[in-house]
């Protein structure tokens, strides 16, 4: 019996530095164009997915940020992906967000574009506002975040 106790122990050991190995190889492979890291001083973290191109979808999204930054003042990190139709929002010909992305953006917002969308749609880094960065894939972007225990809010469809 206690041989099958240590059996057990040692499997787990085993599957947990094997999980913790692919995990580090999995954040090794994320190239951004932007270093967002986590501030652990911070208390509160929270990645907003975009994926609608409606503009009250995006005002919608601007106010909770904005009521976000309210609340916490100086407490929380907010970090707004936009991907797929979403990208549309960070797009110089297309939104009606720009002054309080940079509004935002000053006061310690990150947005970030998907070069995978911006890819599929043929658009270049001079079409995005110039207050975004850029992330290799919005969605694995939003999952990573989520990995790393930030808050998640979906808005769009």
């Known amino acids: 019996m206690k ?5 057990m ?5 085993v599957l947990g530095v094997n999980a913790q190995q692919t995990k580090t190889e999995h954040a090794q492979e994320r190239l951004p164009v932007t270093e967002i890291k986590t501030n652990s001083k911070l208390s509160h973290h929270v990645v907003f997915e975009v994926t609608s191109n409606d503009s009250l979808v995006w005002k919608g999204v601007m106010n909770n940020v904005k009521h976000l930054m309210e609340h916490w003042p100086n407490g929380v990190q907010i970090e707004v992906v936009c991907h797929g139709p979403g990208i549309e929002m960070l797009m110089l010909a ?5 002054k309080r ?8 917002a990150v947005f970030s574009a998907c070069m995978k969308s911006m890819k599929a749609r043929n658009l270049q880094k001079e079409d995005i ?3 975004a960065g850029f992330v290799p894939s919005g969605v694995a972007e939003v999952v990573m975040k989520q990995e790393e225990h930030w808050s998640y809010l ?3 469809f």
């Open 101 to 108: 992305i940079a509004e935002f953006k000053k006061a310690g």
């Open 94 to 98: 297309k939104t009606t967000q720009q």
């Open 129 to 131: 506002v110039a207050e």
């Open 154 to 156: 979906k808005s769009g």
């Open 9 to 13: 122990v040692a499997m787990l050991v």
């Open 3 to 7: 041989k099958i106790w240590i059996g």
